[in-house]
Every structure is written in C-alpha cells, then in structure tokens.
C-alpha cells in the first residue's frame, strides 16, 4: 500500500511573498511518480508539476519547484512571488507504474493576502 | 494538452431516481478512466477504475450495485448513480490516464455535482 502525507491543512502567504508545501510519501515501489495538483474554486483540478522518482534534478515550472528527497520520502512544492490566483487547495499525489492508481493526501488550503 | 469533459456539470434529482454522468476523453484514446468523489474541503476519494472493454474495478467500500460504471468505447465512461438517495450527494469527478503517456498522468474532468432531494 502506498500512502501520501500533508499534515498542514492551511497555510497562508503574503502576496509576493515565497511559500513552500510540505508532503511526505511512502511506498514500497522503486518506480513511481510524484505529482502537485491545484483545485480552485473552480474544482477542476489543474496539474502544476510532477517527477519522476528515478530523477534526482528537482522538477521546475516557471514560479514552482519542487523539493524532491527520495530517501526522506518527501516531496516539498515551493511557490516564489506568490499571487493571488495561486490560492486554492494544493494536493500532493504518487502513482507508481504498476497499477496507475493516484493516492492522494488530504490537500492544504492555500491563501494568498494581498 | 490534453482535455477531459463531463456532463452534466450539474444535476438535481429527487430520492430514488437514478442519474448517469458521463465523462469523455476529448483528444486522446484513454484505456482507463477513473471516477472520484469529493466532499467539500476534502481530498478526492477514489471509487473505482474503469477500463475499456472491460469490467470496472470497485475500491473497498463503494457499493458496485449502487454507482454502475461502463466504459464502452477508448473515449468514454459513464458513472450511473442508482436509485439515488440524499447522502449521495456530492461531487463527481473523473480522469483518464492517456494511454501513451509516458508519465501515468491524470487528466480530469470539470467535475459533477449531483444533489439528490
């Protein structure tokens, strides 16, 4: 079984400001991949970046980057300039290869003061 | 990228009716499909995994009899609510995995929310 950990359910940030959302993983397969999704208001979740667990290269995309420390099993997004359409619920997911199922952890809300 | 629809995005219904959402894959061929529930504030629930051509794979717990799925063609999936009840009510959401894509991801839906009176 494969589980995913955010133990933080909200966190709040300055406009501009850096923030970074925690997430820990476990499970027993050695090819898996790691996901952050975002779901506003809207609830249509939105991918916001992933990683391949046989990369050791931290994931990017534009204001998001991921810490990624395999044998801590952790799994950190950073988002720098913080804006105000980055407030929603952030929610970290693992897929390994074998079944393709996500597991989710339970999501941390995010919001953004102006 | 990659685009998935549902419809409807909403419905209301009264107790004991039965309520079919479907959810499509507009631009790729998508072999599994997966449906989800949702309260508010929390995380996605998985219900069960919904393969072409095949029977679906029901989580432990979610009741086969009452949410019948069927994934007749490599673009849709259809999730039927069955003599619906008010505590079904909830957010439905469904996502298909591409079947080439490398990375296993996820595409999903716009979600469903069907209120049951």
């Known amino acids: 079984a494969q589980t995913v950990t955010q133990s933080q359910p909200e966190m709040s940030v300055q406009e501009a400001e850096t923030v970074t959302l925690s997430c820990t993983y476990d499970?027993?397969?050695?090819?898996?991949?790691l996901f952050w999704y975002k779901q506003p208001p809207s609830r249509q979740m939105i991918l916001v970046i992933r990683?391949?667990?046989?990369?050791?290269q931290n994931a990017t995309e534009n204001r998001f980057s991921v810490n990624f420390q395999k044998a801590a099993k952790s799994f950190s997004l950073k988002i720098s300039d913080s804006q105000l359409g980055d407030a929603a619920m952030y929610f970290c997911?693992?897929?390994?290869?074998?079944?393709?199922?996500?597991?989710f952890g339970k999501g941390i809300t995010l919001s953004v003061r102006p | 990228g990659a685009v998935v629809s549902q419809h409807p995005s909403w419905v209301i219904c009264k107790s004991g009716t039965s309520v079919k959402i479907e959810c499509r894959s507009l631009?790729?061929?998508?072999?599994?499909m997966f449906w989800y529930r949702q309260f508010p504030k929390q995380s996605l629930m998985l219900m069960a995994t919904?393969?072409?051509?095949?029977?679906?794979?029901?989580e432990q717990g979610v009741e086969k009899d009452k949410f019948l799925i069927n994934h007749a063609s490599l673009t849709l999936s259809t999730l039927t609510v069955t003599s619906a009840h008010p505590e079904d009510s909830s957010f439905y959401i469904c996502?298909?995995?591409?079947?080439?894509?490398?990375?296993?991801?996820?595409?999903f839906g716009p979600g469903t929310r069907l209120t049951v009176l």
């Open positions: 996502s298909a995995r591409d079947s080439g894509d490398f990375y296993n991801e996820q595409f």
């Open positions: 499970t027993s397969e050695s090819d898996y991949y």
């Open positions: 990683q391949e667990a046989y990369k050791q």
């Open positions: 997911a693992l897929t390994t290869g074998a079944n393709s199922k996500l597991t």
């Open positions: 631009d790729f061929q998508a072999t599994t």
């Open positions: 919904s393969n072409e051509g095949s029977k679906a794979t029901y």
